[in-house]
């Protein structure tokens, strides 16, 4: 009975060894497969990123995890690890995340700030975005919608052209916020600098850019140029 029973026990030992190799074969196999899928899913995130750059729009985390579904939160981040990664070294955007609430994405590309850029050279509607962020520090954070229409206006720009960019779009990308005037009846509109802008330019960059459109030196600003020099300094010392 000993020997069969020794027997019985020796002639499992190979059965369940095969079984453990095969256990670690197929473990192997699917962190190979895993790897694999990463790659591709991180060429399909850097691809929605670039497609969602040519519109200047946020994109949400939300939408992001909808290209990897049921991805763990380990591998999200490492998605989002490698595609920042290869949007700086390829194509120098920056990939910034806004607070973990917010839930949202945005590239930076910082190369080309726009006191470098002659304003014959930018876009019309840059040269819009530009204006009114300006026009927005230039009021001390904070300038009602008819001010913002009538500044337009003088410089050439009809604003019944550009109102659904500033209202619609530019807030879509979130580098305007629009706050309704308390007790304003119709309802009136107050810009201020949204989340992007405060990231992607500095008070001294929108100064020197309006500068040159008005032709007039930055420093004639006076403290609103000198409190943009001090902010720019606090920005690089951080």
């Not at 059965?15 to 699917?30: C, E, L």
């Not at 999200?76 to 700086?88: G, M, N, R, S, W």
């Not at 520090?137 to 500044?151: P, Q, R, T, Y």
Request: charged share 25%.
């Amino acid at each position: 009975m000993s020997r069969r029973g020794s027997s019985q026990k020796q002639s499992s030992q190979p059965s369940q060894r095969n079984q453990s190799q095969k256990a670690n074969s197929s473990q192997f196999q699917q962190t190979a497969q895993e790897i694999i899928d990463l790659d591709r899913v991180v060429a399909e995130v850097i691809q929605y990123f670039l497609i969602m750059e040519q519109k200047k729009f946020p994109v949400k985390r939300n939408d992001v995890m909808k290209l990897v579904p049921g991805i763990s939160a380990k591998n999200f981040k490492t998605v989002i690890a490698q595609a920042q990664t290869y949007l700086d070294d390829v194509f120098g955007y920056l990939l910034h995340e806004f607070d973990e609430k917010s839930g949202h994405y945005v590239l930076l590309n910082q190369v080309i700030m726009p006191e470098n850029l002659p304003h014959q050279d930018l876009s019309e509607s840059n040269t819009i975005l530009f204006l009114t962020l300006s026009a927005i520090f230039l009021s001390e954070g904070c300038i009602g919608e008819d001010e913002v229409w009538n500044m337009l206006d003088i410089l050439g720009y009809k604003p019944e052209n550009h109102k659904k960019l500033v209202t619609s779009d530019f807030v879509r990308q979130l580098y305007i916020n629009l706050e309704v005037i308390p007790q304003s009846d119709p309802p009136r509109m107050n810009f201020t600098w949204g989340e992007r802008a405060t990231i992607e330019f500095t008070k001294k960059e929108i100064l020197a850019f309006a500068a040159k459109i008005y032709g007039q030196p930055p420093e004639q600003f006076g403290t609103l140029w000198n409190l943009a020099d001090k902010e720019d300094k606090a920005r690089e010392a951080n």
